[in-house]
């Protein structure tokens, strides 16, 4: 079941005990029993004798007495469970609250993106004229191609509990931040599944230059299935198999100005961008062939953050 569902369902349920809390165990509902019982009882004492009435009296008046025992104690359960119910529809509103949020920076859950935007941005129309002028080989499909190619192997990689194949295509620091959250999943036993991937459409929205690099953000629009299992168990922890997860996202990717785009057959994003050589990146990012460090935008686009834009 949708996990939306199930906690509406769970709101539903906790509705209810509130109703039910509030009509059955107030101390006025208990208070007007004991009533009933001390009037139905006074009623019957004044068809008996003198000695009956002081008897009956005094059992009426006794009955009064637990009447309003009772509806107190009525009360005080009806408050625990107010109280109970509160707390619950907290709890829940919290779980839901984080399911919407997606947030992998703070939890984990799927692989992790360094800023959520606040509002849609808004792009100039996107001109490459200027990229293409000093880099003619410039290609707006075989950048597009890469970016794709990239994004699947992120995924696959999140999975695998495996992030050293990621070494060439991500700045220093944000390799070392994913390294960091992935390690979390090693460390208590689990796996962040991200599985069904597909990318719904990918687009240049905008080129600019920042200090020495030469900059351009690609939306991505994808969508996949995101869950945690327990590695021994296999158990689903967090999340819903089920589920599939919509995700925006703009990848900002990075270039020293000045760097021309080489054309080569055959040339993947699992090779050096240098030498051409099968990507061996050791922890410093250069290449273990010609030594070239391909995480620094030298001599390809490699991505240097991710935000993440809308998720539905």
Known sequence: MNTRY???????????????AMVYLTPDAFGDTGNMTS??????????????????????????????????????????IIVVVIVLLVVVFSIFKGRKGGGAV??????AFDQQAQQPQI??????????ERDPNFSEQA?????????????ESWTKKDWKPIRPFETDALFNQHAKQLQKFIDSGTTNVMEDIGILSSKIVAYEQDGTFDVLK????????????DDE??????????????????????RKQGTLTKV???????????????????????????????????????????ELIRQH
């Open 233 to 254: 168990t296999k158990n689903v922890l967090e999340g819903d198999p089920e589920e599939e997860i919509f995700m925006d996202y703009i990848w900002r990717m990075i």
């Open 264 to 306: 080569s057959e055959g040339t993947t994003a699992s090779q050096c961008p240098n030498c051409g050589a099968n990507v061996s990146i050791n922890a410093s990012g250069e290449c273990d062939y010609c030594g070239s460090v391909v995480s620094r935008g030298d001599h390809d686009w490699v991505l240097s953050s991710i």
């Open 39 to 80: 009037r139905s009882k006074s009623s019957s004492s004044s068809k008996s004798t003198t000695s009956s009435k002081s008897s009956t009296s005094g059992t009426s008046s006794s009955s009064g007495y637990r009447g309003s025992s009772v509806g107190g104690i009525g009360g005080f359960f009806g408050a625990v």
């Open 6 to 20: 199930k906690l509406l369902a769970c709101l539903v349920l906790i509705l209810f005990m509130f109703s039910f």
């Open 106 to 111: 703070d939890d984990g859950e799927g692989y």
């Open 218 to 229: 690609v939306m991505l629009k994808t969508r996949f299935h995101d869950y945690v299992i």
């Open 123 to 132: 792009y100039a129309p996107l001109d490459l004229g200027p990229l293409k």
């Open 143 to 155: 950048f597009i191609e890469k970016v794709n190619n990239m994004f699947i192997q992120l995924q």
